[in-house]
Nanobody
Framework: QVQLVESGGGLVQAGGSLRLSCAAS????????MGWYRQAPGKKRELVAI???????NYADSVKGRFTISRDNAKKTVYLQMNGLKLEDTAVYYC????????????????WGQGTQVTVSS
């Protein structure tokens, strides 16, 4: 069974930092894109940051300069370092893995993690 397991969410004061981690497990051969999305109450899920397997990244304008995405392809893990957190960063953060290939070269649909809550207080 392939899955994504997230960790690292929590409660932090405005201006603080958190680091999210997401590890993929199961019979996965490769993951083309890994990244983070978030969904605040009453809002649609939005992209936060994504990174390709060759290191190209893309960020939402709202987090540029504050958040940094990184990944370890060998460990099939993606990280999100969040600095300078703001109240508006409060949301459930979801890990995503896209362009997957399972062992044997079989393509797979996207994976989503279960979500981890990030709450920023004043």
């Amino acid at each position: 069974q392939v899955q994504l397991v997230e960790s690292g969410g929590g409660l932090v004061q405005a201006g603080g930092s958190l680091r999210l981690s997401c590890a993929a497990s199961g019979s996965i051969f490769s993951i083309g894109v890994m990244g983070w999305y978030r969904q605040a109450p009453g809002k649609k899920r939005e992209l936060v940051a994504i990174m390709t397997d060759y290191g190209r990244s893309n960020y939402a304008d709202s987090v540029k300069g504050r958040f940094t995405i990184s990944r370890d392809n060998a460990k099939k893990t993606v990280y999100l370092q969040m600095n300078g957190l703001k109240l508006e960063d409060t949301a459930v953060y979801y890990c995503n893995a896209a362009q997957l290939r399972l062992r044997g070269g079989v393509p797979s649909s996207d994976l989503w993690g279960q979500g981890t809550q990030v709450t920023v207080s004043s």
